[in-house]
């Protein structure tokens, strides 16, 4: 059975999902079927696979054919031994990393995990706010997968996240995707991902921006949702429930992000001055305009 060889590790909210989307397409590719799997995030109770046995059996498909194997699991980037894991686990595997602005990214994580039921706190600033309590274990949503991606000023550090990476894993094997470039050229950029896993271009492949923005119509349908995967969890079932999907299929709707109040989002900007800083230092472009 076949390794995967290359990871996209995140971040959350900066093209992961349309990434993938586009590698499931190219014939020498075989993507994990679940995205997400978290497999190697030890240090997080945000983990969809922790059993070695179930996590291989994602990779159970791949063949001959399929020059790169691969899987995306956005919090490999935040967690402190996924990376680690996976080097001990993988014959030199690739590396992916997806990278946005950070103030931008923190409005649009809280966005996401509101819609996803793990965020009780709907105003942004004051669930910004609420980081130092929630350090303390205090605030914790009842439903939330793991507290620490609630904690948005550190979910959001990109550059020591980046910088982490860098100090294990030799630069030759990252390959960083930046979202507004993505949005902008995605044809070029992604030309540029297939070049880096070794892959042929291929120029059927259909580059549609997925998950963006969105938000449900009914909270109390989230939690029924959540309470519906819990018990399928629980009685030991892997085979996927049409129900769940038909209920989070009719439960969004697309969502407009509105501009956040000019003095906070200044105040986000000067939060992470240090980690754009820390950006530009590793990859020389510059970012001047999100300091």
Not at 128 to 146: S, T, Y
Not at 227 to 247: D, N
């Amino acid at each position: 059975m076949k390794k995967p060889n290359f990871f996209i590790l995140g971040a959350p909210k900066c093209g992961t999902t349309s990434l993938v989307s586009w590698l499931s397409q190219h014939p020498s590719v075989f993507m994990s079927p679940e995205k997400e799997p978290h497999h190697f995030n030890t240090d997080m109770t945000h983990r969809q696979h922790p059993r070695r046995d179930s996590y291989a059996r994602l990779f159970a498909g791949a063949n001959h054919r399929h020059i790169a194997v691969g899987e995306a699991s956005v919090w490999y980037l935040y967690s402190q031994d996924a990376v680690t894991n996976i080097q001990a686990y993988a014959d030199n595997p690739r590396y992916i990393v997806c990278l946005r602005n950070p103030a931008e990214m923190a409005y649009a994580l809280h966005e996401q995990q509101v819609f996803s039921g793990n965020e009780d706190c709907q105003d942004f600033e004051a669930a910004w706010r609420l980081a130092d309590r929630r350090r303390a274990g205090d605030d914790i949503p009842k439903h939330a997968a793991d507290a620490a991606t609630l904690i948005y000023p550190d979910a959001c550090a990109l550059g020591r996240q980046l910088q982490r990476l860098l100090g294990t894993v030799k630069a030759e094997r990252v390959h960083i995707v930046w979202l507004d470039m993505l949005s902008a050229q995605p044809r070029t950029e992604f030309e540029r991902v297939q070049a880096f896993l070794r892959l042929k271009p291929d120029a059927e492949i259909r580059l549609q921006a997925m998950n963006l923005s969105k938000r449900r119509r009914s909270a109390v349908l989230v939690t029924t949702m959540q309470m519906l995967g819990r018990v399928k969890s629980q009685l030991g079932m892997t085979k996927s429930l049409g129900m769940l999907r038909w209920l989070d299929a009719v439960n969004r709707k697309p969502n407009t992000r509105e501009p956040l109040d000019e003095a906070f989002a200044k105040e986000l900007a000067a939060h992470f001055q240090d980690e754009v800083q820390i950006l530009e230092d590793l990859t020389n472009r510059d970012l001047s305009e999100w300091k």
